[in-house]
């Protein structure tokens, strides 16, 4: 099975993308009730990954943090899980953070609120089949920003917010090693969420290296759960 965002995205998301790296992007991020960044007190940052694609890229990348040690928060697509479900284990097991991304990573802004009641029941079934639970953060899929349907629906199901970020690594557009770690070295300071990808090589390549620059820089990868605390 390969799923990857960049199969999802459309023009109007690509005109989204657009809007986060203008002025507006700061606006946006303001006025949002999402959680886009953890406190700016400590270096602590979170680096998130949706999990969807390519099954060894995503063995790669745990690879990677296994052996650095360094947790992280992922985002599963339902679809993923389902064709996958013995990643759920790994993430679980090596203390990771294991979250809901919808059941098929559909635009979810564009969708009948039924459509969004089954993504979200759907990925959460699929967590709690696999877990035990329905894991305790939620990201909408095709959108950097929930909407007030959106965070309805959600906390109809047990979550209480849905995490956004503020830092887009853009490895889902398989940039190359160098651009994915500027992107994100570039804009992560204390407290940041980072978003990126399983199902892209240019993750696993940039990784090791961007995981160094991190320490160098003074900030060390968390959970969401540990960076948020008691926000969650």
């Not at 507006?24 to 998130?48: E, F, K, Y």
């Not at 993923?80 to 990643?87: Q, T």
């Not at 089949?129 to 920003?145: A, D, I, M, N, V």
Request: charged content about 15%; proline content about 4%; some cysteine.
């Amino acid at each position: 099975m390969s799923i990857s965002r960049r199969s999802f995205l459309t023009g109007s998301a690509l005109a989204i993308a657009g809007l986060v790296e203008s002025p507006l992007a700061a606006i946006a991020a303001s006025a949002s009730p999402d959680i886009t960044h953890g406190p700016r007190s400590a270096g602590n940052i979170a680096l998130t990954f949706h999990a969807a694609g390519e099954l060894a890229i995503a063995h790669a990348i745990l690879d990677i943090l296994d052996s650095t040690k360094t947790p992280i928060s992922v985002f599963a697509v339902g679809t993923f899980l389902k064709s996958e479900p013995a990643i759920a284990k790994r993430i679980i097991s090596a203390g990771h953070d294991l979250g809901n991304h919808t059941m098929t990573h559909t635009q979810m802004k564009t969708i009948s609120a039924a459509k969004v009641d089954s993504e979200i029941l759907g990925c959460a079934n699929e967590l709690k089949k696999l877990t035990g639970t329905h894991g305790k953060w939620f990201r909408p899929s095709g959108t950097q920003y929930s909407t007030a349907l959106i965070r309805k629906t959600a906390s109809k199901y047990g979550y209480k917010h849905c995490i956004s970020y503020e830092v887009d690594s853009k490895d889902y557009q398989d940039p190359g090693k160098a651009a994915v770690i500027s992107n994100v070295l570039g804009n992560a300071k204390n407290g940041s969420i980072v978003s990126m990808h399983f199902g892209h090589k240019n993750t696993v390549e940039a990784l090791p290296t961007l995981l160094k620059q991190l320490e160098s820089k003074g900030l060390t990868p968390v959970t969401l759960t540990q960076l948020l605390g008691p926000i969650g």
